[in-house]
């Protein structure tokens, strides 16, 4: 069943940018209706809003919608596929790992608030992680693997990952299990 909402979201996909009233006249809904979607694919990441204009007549500007940018994709995984072939093995996966961290040192902290910031950290790298304590150890839980769609062909990357692991807590980092979509790292 197409609803309301598909309509609208594929209408603004055919735009480039589009006002809620414009894409009620050309749906026949009603403005408020269109407004109350719109909110909800804004939200959802799905549509965001890329300028105001004024109207010709009388009343507030409006904004103008468009696909997102998140919607929309990029061309990430496969610039990373692309440039690890190119490199090959001249790429020193440590090297890549530090440049990643900026300097970062966090080494001085205690082991629990070096894990806490450890997890904050690769959050911000879209990881999904979390730290939990194990029977032979801190253990760091990568929820989500960043590079899934290269990892198959350059599983090169967990070893940045593990150089990662060892430059954010200043310690050893050893990966214990890879089982899509988790993997698992002993951390010391």
């Known amino acids: 069943m197409i609803t309301a909402r598909h309509k609208i979201l594929a209408h603004v996909k055919k735009k480039r ?5 414009e894409i009620a006249r050309a749906l026949k809904l009603s403005a408020p209706n269109v407004r109350h979607h719109l909110g909800v ?3 959802d990441a799905r549509v965001e ?4 204009r004024l109207r010709e007549e009388k009343g507030r500007p409006e904004k103008l919608y468009s ?4 919607a ?19 790429v020193k996966m440590e090297a890549l790992a530090s440049h990643m961290l900026g300097g970062q040192e966090i080494s001085a902290q205690s082991m629990a608030r ?3 910031l450890v997890v904050e950290k690769l959050n911000e ?6 730290w939990e304590a194990g029977a032979e150890g801190p253990q760091v839980i990568l929820g989500l693997c960043p590079y899934s769609a290269i990892i198959e062909k350059h599983p090169e990357l967990c070893k940045m990952d593990v150089a990662l692991l060892m430059g954010l807590v200043g310690g050893s980092a050893e990966q214990r299990t890879k089982l899509s979509p988790f993997c698992i790292f002993s951390v010391r």
Request: net charge positive; aromatic share 2%.
């Open 17 to 21: 940018a589009i006002s809620a009233r």
């Open 41 to 43: 694919l804004v939200s």
């Open 49 to 52: 809003v890329v300028s105001t």
């Open 67 to 70: 696909i997102s940018r998140t």
């Open 72 to 90: 929309l994709g990029d061309n990430l995984a496969r610039l990373a596929d692309a440039l690890l072939a190119e490199a090959g093995t001249k």
């Open 114 to 116: 070096r894990l806490a």
């Open 125 to 130: 790298m879209n990881y999904q992680a979390r």
